[in-house]
């Protein structure tokens, strides 16, 4: 059974931080997503990364992919309160068109 | 483009009814998922239909089941509802690839079973 570790699982915080989420697994993934989901919608899919070490920037925040395609952060840079949310990776089981998802982290930028 | 659409956004039922849940993909899509998000279980995946067939199931049991239409449009249905039910029902949908699928949700279904 494949599994995501996402850690951590709550993070609140001050406008201007920078902060670091993490999503690792011991099983290989053929793709690996970023979403972010606020109260009551659901996630929206923020970027998808496929090359092993592959970095990937979207302003403010920089998403990379283990070498080994097995783990992936998310940095964000000077944390905004509307960066405020639910930040949710997933993994593309090889060859299945499967996702798994993390748990997910919560993370609150206080102004 | 238009997203992905789900019907109805709110439902309350209660123990023992069945429940069907409806999603419209976004247009050319041919997989849709369905998963099933709780505060304790988080996002959890029910399963995927392809072109009409379900290609893969999650660890729910037979009383969740779902059905795709030749429009890409699908289903889910609960039957025999259980107070653990209570749930956000997201339906997610992609053009279908195996290895590369990027997956758009809609708004979900908030069901609360009393």
């Known amino acids: 059974t494949q599994l995501l570790e996402q850690s951590p699982q709550f993070l609140s915080i001050q406008e201007g931080e920078n902060l670091t989420v993490y999503c690792n697994s011991s099983s290989v993934f053929s793709s690996l997503q970023w979403y972010r989901q606020e109260p009551g919608e659901g996630p929206v899919l923020l970027v998808t990364v496929v090359t092993g070490g592959e970095v990937k920037k979207l302003k403010r925040l920089t998403f990379q992919f283990g070498d080994a395609r097995k783990d992936s952060s998310l940095h964000i840079t000077a944390a905004q309160p509307g960066d405020t949310g639910l930040y949710l990776c997933?993994?593309?089981?090889?060859?299945?068109?499967?996702?798994?998802f993390g748990q997910g982290t919560t993370l609150q930028v206080k102004p | 483009k238009a997203g992905v659409t789900q019907t109805p956004r709110y439902l309350i039922k209660t123990r023992g009814q069945q429940v069907t849940l409806s999603c419209s993909p976004i247009?050319?899509?041919?997989?849709v998922s369905w998963y099933q998000q709780t505060p304790g279980q988080g996002l959890q995946f029910l399963f995927e239909y392809f072109s009409e067939t379900q290609r893969n199931k999650g660890n729910f049991p037979g009383r969740f089941s779902g059905r795709q239409f030749s429009n890409s449009r699908s289903e889910m249905n609960v039957s025999t509802l259980e107070l653990g039910d209570s749930a956000l029902y997201l339906c997610?949908?992609?053009?279908?690839?195996?290895?590369?699928?990027?997956?758009?949700f809609g708004p979900g279904t908030r069901l609360t079973v009393l």
């Open positions: 997933a993994g593309m089981v090889s060859n299945t068109g499967k996702l798994i």
């Open positions: 997610a949908s992609s053009l279908g690839g195996i290895s590369y699928n990027e997956q758009f």
């Open positions: 247009s050319g899509h041919r997989s």
